[in-house]
């Protein structure tokens, strides 16, 4: 894999913040590969900043590889390799996704230990105070590139039913069937956080990059808490979905998610079949 050298986001926050959203720009397709930025002064009204904020903001997109500055061309959007690698999930079908992802994929170990479980950790998997867990950090990458940091929390119990060698080569679910846990429901959330250092040196981005924060607490059939999952991803190479329905009467419809349809399979194309 060619690692792009991750050179942070530029000094000053209106110029981090013109950063940001010109990167997320260039995600979401606002501005594609081969089109031309507008220029200098245009940029500078739209977001309402100075000139020498834009070109701050160009400076560290230049060098993070997103833009190419051409003499007489202005400035155009580079084609970004890793963006073919878009992994999509539906929100209403993504803990089998996440088990079929195991599959598709690959997770590089960044690390792996036993001690006491934090206190949101225990508290959240309602575990005594005094529980150990095993705790490991991994990074999942689609085509070379990583596009999700990992951190799981397994009470020790379990844990000591596999090694690091196995959970560095087999998704955590499958490790869970083979001790014989019979995983039954989930809780989690989705919100959005900024990349910290380590995890923005393992996500191949820039510090201070927004990232997709998703929390996970996995219960087995008797309640009790199996799983903490505190996972990161990249928002360029990493999406979540939700088909929804109108329903309801007259007067009272509203917007539903469709929960009952097949599970999607994540791609490689940003498309789910």
């Known amino acids: 894999m060619n690692v792009r050298p991750i050179t942070g986001l530029p000094e000053g926050g209106k110029a981090r913040r013109v950063y940001l959203l010109l990167k997320g720009e260039m995600s979401n397709g606002g501005f594609a590969p081969g089109?031309?930025?507008?220029?200098?002064?245009?940029?500078?009204?739209?977001?309402?900043?100075?000139?020498?904020?834009?070109?701050?903001a160009l400076e560290a997109l230049e060098a993070d590889g997103h833009i190419e500055r051409r003499a007489g061309s202005g400035t155009v959007v580079r084609a970004q390799g890793a963006s073919a690698g878009l992994v999509a999930a539906d929100l209403t079908t993504l803990m089998p996704q996440l088990v079929e992802m195991g599959r598709t994929t690959t997770a590089r170990l960044l690390s792996f230990s036993y001690g006491i479980a934090p206190?949101?950790?225990?508290?959240?998997?309602?575990?005594?105070?005094?529980?150990r867990v095993q705790t490991a950090i991994r990074v999942r990458l689609i085509d070379g590139n990583p596009f999700s940091h990992l951190t799981t929390y397994v009470?020790?119990?379990?844990?000591?039913?596999?090694?690091?060698?196995?959970?560095?080569t087999t998704p955590l679910f499958?490790?869970?069937?083979?001790?014989?846990?019979?995983?039954?429901?989930?809780?989690?959330?989705?919100?959005?956080?900024?990349?910290?250092?380590?995890?923005?040196?393992?996500?191949?981005v820039a510090v201070g990059t927004a990232l997709l924060s998703?929390?996970?607490v996995v219960r087995d059939?008797?309640?009790?808490?199996?799983?903490?999952?505190?996972?990161l991803y990249r928002p360029d190479l990493f999406r979540l979905e939700m088909t929804l329905d109108r329903v309801g009467r007259e007067g009272n419809r509203h917007w539903a998610p469709?929960?009952?349809q097949p599970a999607q399979k994540p791609t490689a194309n940003g498309k789910a079949k």
């Open 258 to 260: 469709v929960i009952n």
């Open 214 to 216: 998703l929390r996970r």
């Open 174 to 204: 499958r490790l869970f069937e083979r001790s014989g846990v019979q995983v039954s429901s989930a809780h989690q959330s989705v919100s959005a956080t900024l990349a910290a250092p380590d995890v923005a040196e393992a996500l191949d």
């Open 155 to 168: 009470p020790e119990a379990i844990a000591a039913h596999y090694t690091e060698a196995d959970l560095a």
């Open 35 to 56: 089109s031309s930025l507008p220029g200098e002064q245009k940029l500078a009204e739209l977001y309402d900043v100075s000139r020498v904020t834009i070109r701050r």
């Open 119 to 131: 206190q949101f950790v225990a508290e959240a998997m309602t575990l005594p105070a005094s529980a």
């Open 221 to 231: 059939t008797k309640g009790r808490g199996v799983e903490y999952l505190a996972a």
